[in-house]
Every structure is written in structure tokens, then in C-alpha cells.
């Protein structure tokens, strides 16, 4: 049986870092339990910007958590408190295992900045389980031409594949927790059905084009949530729309545990907030020098 929609939210727009144009479909006040083990869904932009405006996110900590950073246009710079450096171009992605803790940045790269530009793309932040919030930082950097796609019979839907799988197709990226991460464009009046376990959270969001899902229209900068009540989700392009559909599709084992969140910590407990913020605050996540 199929998933139904249990509600479908719109993104709220939410100026982020030092102001760039997010639109977050969660965390809201709603609370987070049907989106576990995800902790929040930014899509940034699209925005068209002219020469010197781009913006970005200074340094800031993050500790138990993992941010995964996907650019559709646009490119971003990056570097961390343990010398970690590297840049972001349209189409990859960089998993990014805060674990125990670090300091980075993430700024629109030097050339990027100057010339302007499209700048669109997606962070989310997948939670850790208590095991290993602790865990040694890590980088899964993977350029476009690796993340593997897949393509349906008669090639009306296509899917990159940046974790799980999808379309006979396995993702190159390693998750702690089962999670599935699918972008996926389907031609107009298209459908797919997509498989997963019956015991995992999934929602999907759209970003172009427009979707029927269990009868209800799905439009950009939107983010239908399912019930756990199949094995499977049914997502139909409208027929109507002027361009293909562009979906994320985001799935993931719920992990149960307490969520104590405070900015950029995520820990179990209050007691652990505390102790991040005075690792911070002391330096023990190391510090950036410019
Ligand atoms: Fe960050």
C-alpha cells in the first residue's frame, strides 16, 4: 500500500548566516518526531545574485549531528578548526560528521562572490544517535560526477542517488543510520513508487515543476510528509505543469531517543548543551585562523 499525506507544509522564508535567503519547511514549532532521524530541511534560494552580494555562514561550531550540503548552482568555499578546507561546486555533495565537535565556515566561494550569480541548493541536518554523537569528525566529499544516477525503463524519471537506493542504483555515500536522500525529475504526467521500510519517517520536497500525491497537489517550496502507515510512496508530476517535477525525497529510521537542541548543538541531554557550549566557548573545538 501506499503512504498517504498525512499534512503538507510550506517552507518558511528565514534569513540565515549573515542573510542568506533560506526557505525551512522544519524545524517549526510543530515539533520534530515525524521528521526523525532529520533535524531540519533548508533550501537555499534560488536567488540571483548580483556581483559582491553573495553571502554565507562565518564561523560557527556544530557538535552531534551531521550537516549534509547539496548545490544545485552556485559555488561555496569551506574550512574547519582541524584545517579541513575544500570547495563546493553545482551538483556535489559534502557529508559533513560534526561527531564531538568542530568550528567550520561556509562561504560563496572568492570568484563565485565577485561575478554573481545563481545560488540554489540544500542543507540538511541528520541527527546521531547517542553511540556516536561523539564520534571523531569526517567528510564525505563527493563531486557531481560521482553520486550515482539512475533512470526508469522509459526514461520519463531519473534519480540521483546521494544515499540509500533507488532505481536499481546504490549510493557511494555511507550513512550511520539507514537514510535515504533521492533527488529525483519526473516528466510531466510521470509517476514513480518509490519502496521503503514501513518502520521509517519520509517526506518529500518539492522544488520545480509541481506534484500530485495522494490526490493533493504538491507546489515548489513545499514538503508533503507521509504517514507511516505503507511500504512504499506514489509521487505523480502534474500533468499540467510547465516543467518536469524536481523532488527531494528524504527518508530515514527514526532513532527514538531524547533531542536536547540548542543552536548549533544537538545532544541528548541538557547537561551535554551545557558542556558544548563551554568546549566552545574554551576553544577545545578548535578555532579557525584567518
Ligand atoms: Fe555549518
Given at each position: 500500500?501506499?503512504?498517504?499525506?498525512?499534512?503538507?507544509?510550506?517552507?518558511?522564508?528565514?534569513?540565515?548566516?549573515?542573510?542568506?535567503?533560506?526557505?525551512?519547511?522544519?524545524?517549526?514549532?510543530?515539533?520534530?518526531?515525524?521528521?526523525?532521524?532529520?533535524?531540519?530541511?533548508?533550501?537555499?534560494?534560488?536567488?540571483?545574485?548580483?556581483?559582491?552580494?553573495?553571502?554565507?555562514?562565518?564561523?560557527?561550531?556544530?557538535?552531534?549531528?551531521?550537516?549534509?550540503?547539496?548545490?544545485?548552482?552556485?559555488?561555496?568555499?569551506?574550512?574547519?578548526?582541524?584545517?579541513?578546507?575544500?570547495?563546493?561546486?553545482?551538483?556535489?555533495?559534502?557529508?559533513?560528521?560534526?561527531?564531538?565537535?568542530?568550528?567550520?565556515?561556509?562561504?560563496?566561494?572568492?570568484?563565485?562572490?565577485?561575478?554573481?550569480?545563481?545560488?540554489?541548493?540544500?542543507?540538511?541536518?541528520?541527527?546521531?544517535?547517542?553511540?556516536?554523537?561523539?564520534?571523531?569528525?569526517?567528510?564525505?566529499?563527493?563531486?557531481?560526477?560521482?553520486?550515482?544516477?539512475?533512470?526508469?525503463?522509459?526514461?520519463?524519471?531519473?534519480?540521483?542517488?546521494?544515499?540509500?537506493?533507488?532505481?536499481?542504483?546504490?549510493?557511494?555515500?555511507?550513512?550511520?543510520?539507514?537514510i535515504q536522500y533521492l533527488h529525483f525529475?519526473?516528466?510531466?504526467?510521470?509517476?514513480?513508487?518509490?519502496?521503503?521500510?514501513?518502520?521509517?519517517?519520509?517526506?518529500?520536497?518539492?522544488?520545480?515543476?509541481?506534484?500530485?500525491?495522494?490526490?493533493?497537489?504538491?507546489?515548489?517550496?513545499?514538503?508533503?510528509?507521509?504517514?507511516?502507515?505503507?511500504?512504499?510512496?506514489?509521487?505523480?508530476?502534474?500533468?499540467?505543469?510547465?516543467?518536469?517535477?524536481?523532488?527531494?525525497?528524504?527518508?530515514?529510521?527514526?532513532?527514538?531517543?531524547?533531542?536536547?537542541?540548542?543552536?548549533?548543538?544537538?545532544?541528548?541531554?541538557?547537561?551535554?548543551?551545557?558542556?558544548?557550549?563551554?568546549?566552545?566557548?574554551?576553544?577545545?573545538?578548535?578555532?579557525?585562523?584567518?
Amino acid at each position: 500500500m501506499n503512504r498517504t499525506v498525512a499534512r503538507i507544509v510550506e517552507g518558511t522564508p528565514v534569513n540565515e548566516g549573515e542573510g542568506v535567503l533560506v526557505h525551512r519547511p522544519f524545524p517549526s514549532a510543530q515539533g520534530l518526531r515525524e521528521f526523525d532521524p532529520f533535524l531540519l530541511l533548508d533550501e537555499m534560494g534560488p536567488l540571483e545574485l548580483p556581483p559582491n552580494a553573495a553571502k554565507g555562514f562565518p564561523d560557527h561550531p556544530h557538535r552531534g549531528f551531521e550537516t549534509v550540503t547539496y548545490l544545485l548552482s552556485g559555488r561555496f568555499e569551506h574550512r574547519d578548526s582541524y584545517g579541513h578546507a575544500g570547495k563546493i561546486e553545482a551538483g556535489d555533495v559534502q557529508w559533513m560528521t560534526a561527531g564531538s565537535g568542530l568550528v567550520h565556515s561556509e562561504t560563496p566561494e572568492t570568484e563565485f562572490r565577485k561575478t554573481g550569480g545563481r545560488l540554489h541548493g540544500f542543507q540538511i541536518w541528520v541527527n546521531l544517535p547517542k553511540r556516536v554523537k561523539m564520534m571523531a569528525p569526517r567528510y564525505q566529499e563527493v563531486p557531481k560526477d560521482r553520486i550515482p544516477e539512475g533512470k526508469s525503463a522509459d526514461g520519463k524519471v531519473t534519480v540521483k542517488v546521494i544515499a540509500g537506493e533507488a532505481l536499481g542504483v546504490s549510493a557511494v555515500i555511507d550513512t550511520r543510520i539507514p537514510i535515504q536522500y533521492l533527488h529525483f525529475t519526473i516528466q510531466p504526467g510521470a509517476s514513480l513508487e518509490h519502496p521503503f521500510p514501513k518502520s521509517a519517517n519520509a517526506f518529500a520536497y518539492v522544488f520545480a515543476g509541481a506534484a500530485v500525491i495522494d490526490c493533493q497537489r504538491v507546489e515548489p517550496h513545499h514538503l508533503a510528509v507521509f504517514h507511516r502507515n505503507g511500504e512504499s510512496v506514489k509521487i505523480e508530476a502534474a500533468a499540467d505543469a510547465s516543467e518536469p517535477l524536481q523532488v527531494l525525497l528524504l527518508s530515514g529510521e527514526p532513532i527514538g531517543e531524547p533531542v536536547a537542541r540548542y543552536g548549533p548543538f544537538v545532544m541528548n541531554t541538557r547537561d551535554e548543551i551545557e558542556q558544548a557550549f563551554a568546549d566552545y566557548r574554551d576553544g577545545r573545538m578548535g578555532t579557525i585562523a584567518h
